[in-house]
């Protein structure tokens, strides 16, 4: 493995904690390699950058109960203000939620690929984003915000994977993206964040403080490349990032993908961002970071995807605390031969795992993985006993799939895309890892906290999906379970009674009492003697503390279309709690009132090429039930 210009000290961490022989879990020599740094490319400050509507006409989203209409991509159709997502139709809803301030406003922030975001009044619901001299509010890119004469990258080409959270410690949104721009022929990357100088966005004295950061100086060279001076690629692919707001910095994390080898996971990158200059506007320090690999010889890394924690309690975490990683581990070596790559021995039974893997950054920079035992999982859709197959992670069905498809663990099904069906993405935990601070005087949670879910397999016989949760209790760089679900004793996976339905794209969070909300997509085939067929729909279900059973499931809106198109279904759902009171639930979800079955001539309005729409809610767990 070949670095260039990297001049730093390096550190060559192996697992001995998974050293030796195995039997569930990761067998593979990772190492952590670091420190590598990269200093901002420039600073701006914008003041307008994202126009305010001023006009009677924001009303479109207006609340209905507890429930707005998010970005959907055909809203304003047929106007000069139409909006529609013309980068392809695999897209990222996540959102944010500033608080309520006397003599101010306050909005829900939501953000989607390729860049467009909406901010949405928390009293009215009525959006106040709009083009410059528009009279109606609608969804805007974010590329303004950075300056295009010293910020090109960032200001200039397309984004994926965008993020947006509330930074509770210094009372302002943060947006993110990773951007791809091209010198020569060769892919480059570059990480952009954005923050605000005040929680109110519809405040036209608000600025937004950009910075942008050119990652070749951090980012491994490709083994093919020697040494990043030959071949169509240089570097890893950075995909996946996930960013948590910590006491001494914002940090990032991305999965390190081989484009020469079907992208292929081969380890993550996790970065440290300044950010109590980026808050303030002021020049940053250098983004600093480190790598953790697997040789070659033994990818893919059966651990990738890293979520990082953000803090979401009115309580940071204690002097000296380390951020948190976290990432699932898919099963082992020692059950698929090849280090993860090969086939599951047996065609009837399932690989299983039983640990996560948690990383730590402190004093000494990154650290890990530590395991963390949990009970045993099987990833969603996680087939790999085809031959010539390669791992798999789709198998979730809508009505628009072929019954015929839907076949057991070891057969084919829809995930050899034969029919329309979605990615699971049960190789990897979902968004978000939430990091809570919380004391209580009437038997609630005393102590700190991380929340995380992520899909599993709940029936061989169909490859039905549910969701796995976690509380874990977090102290000085360690973690014990304090709730796991899914065993013999304790909570079950949330997933269908009546073992039907899909279970998929969860996102958990906790309120100061320790209720566990879990906003989550369900999904299933078709029902020849059904009413109505089981569409995509959003739900919501909250675990109460010291509880072992979910409240009911609560539906926030149930789909009449289906996504045909393509078998991706974003990456990031969202459940946020509410800083104002640390009780209230804010959620958002993706679904189809029109199926999107389109393929060609998506450059343009269409109702088949693009037809999705998202949906945020909110609710304390003691109403949630009222929709």
């Known amino acids: 493995m070949n670095f260039r210009n990297w001049a730093f000290a390096v550190i060559l961490l192996t697992a001995p904690c998974f050293a030796g022989k195995c039997t569930s879990g990761d067998c593979q020599s990772g190492a952590i390699a670091g420190p590598y740094t990269a200093p901002q490319l420039a600073e701006y400050s914008s003041i307008g950058a994202l126009p305010i509507c001023q006009s009677s006409s924001c009303t479109a989203g207006s609340w209905s109960g507890d429930q707005i209409e998010g970005i959907d991509a055909q809203q304003n159709i047929g106007t000069q203000y139409q909006f529609y997502d013309n980068a392809g139709p695999d897209f990222d809803a996540n959102i944010a939620v500033g608080p309520t301030v006397s003599g101010g406003n306050a909005q829900v922030l939501e953000w989607v690929n390729p860049g467009f975001v909406q901010a949405f009044d928390k009293v009215t619901g009525q959006p106040i984003f709009t083009f410059t001299g528009g009279t109606a509010a609608v969804p805007v890119n974010v590329a303004p915000i950075w300056s295009s004469s010293t910020q090109p990258e960032c200001s200039n080409s397309p984004a994926g994977n965008v993020q947006v959270l509330f930074d509770r410690l210094d009372n302002e949104f943060v947006i993110s993206r990773r951007i791809i721009y091209i010198v020569n022929n060769i892919h480059y990357y570059a990480w952009c964040i954005a923050v ?108 990738h995807s890293v979520d990082v924690a953000d803090i979401d309690s009115a309580t940071g975490p204690p002097a000296g605390e380390p951020e948190y990683f976290v990432a699932a581990v898919n099963p082992s070596s020692a059950q698929q031969g090849g280090n993860g790559q090969g086939r599951c021995l047996s065609r009837t039974t399932p690989c299983k795992s039983n640990q996560l893997a948690l990383f730590t950054w402190g004093t000494n920079g990154l650290t890990g993985p530590a395991p963390v035992r949990v009970n045993p999982y099987t990833p969603g859709c996680y087939n790999t006993s085809q031959p010539s197959q390669t791992i798999n992670t789709y198998c979730v069905p809508e009505p628009s799939t072929n019954t015929n498809d839907i076949g057991p663990y070891g057969s084919a099904s829809c995930g050899n895309y034969n029919t329309p069906c979605v990615d699971s993405l049960g190789d990897r935990l979902a968004n978000r890892l939430t990091y809570n601070n919380l004391s209580s005087t009437t038997g609630g949670p005393n102590g700190e906290y991380l929340t995380l ?88 279900d909250v675990l109460p503390w010291g509880s072992s059973r ?72 003691s109403v949630l039930n009222r929709f």
């Open 196 to 303: 605000s100088s005040s929680s109110d966005l519809s405040n036209p004295s608000t600025q937004w403080y950009a910075y942008e950061y050119k990652m070749n100086s951090v980012v491994p060279c490709l083994p093919s490349s020697n040494n990043c001076t030959t071949g169509n690629a240089y570097y890893y692919f950075l995909d996946w990032p996930r960013i948590g707001t910590w006491s001494n910095g914002f940090y990032v994390t991305f999965d390190l993908q081989d484009p020469t080898a079907g992208y292929i996971d081969l380890g993550f990158e996790a970065c440290q961002l300044d950010r109590v200059n980026i808050a303030q506007g002021k020049p940053s320090n250098p983004m600093v970071c480190y790598t953790y690999m697997v040789p070659e010889a033994q990818r893919p890394t059966l651990v």
């Open 550 to 621: 979910f409240d009911a499931p609560v539906l926030i809106v149930q789909g009449a279309g289906d996504e045909e198109n393509t078998n991706r279904w974003g990456e990031y759902a969202a459940t946020v709690v509410d800083s104002s009171d640390d009780l209230t639930f804010y959620g958002v979800g993706e679904y189809f009132n029109t199926s999107q079955t389109g393929t060609v001539n998506c450059t343009k309005p269409s109702s088949e090429c693009y037809t999705w729409q998202t949906r945020i809610f909110r609710g304390t767990a």
């Open 453 to 540: 879910s992520h899909v599993v397999m709940e029936s061989a016989s169909n490859q039905r999906t549910g969701i796995r949760y976690y509380i874990l209790k977090v102290a000085s760089g360690k973690a014990s379970v304090v709730v796991n679900s899914g065993g013999t004793s304790g909570p079950p996976d949330l997933q269908d009674p009546n073992h039907t339905l899909f279970y998929f794209m969860p996102s958990a969070a906790l309120d100061q009492k320790g209720n566990l909300g879990i906003t989550f997509t369900t999904s299933g085939p078709f029902c020849s003697n059904c009413q109505s067929q089981p569409h995509p729909a959003i739900s919501v």
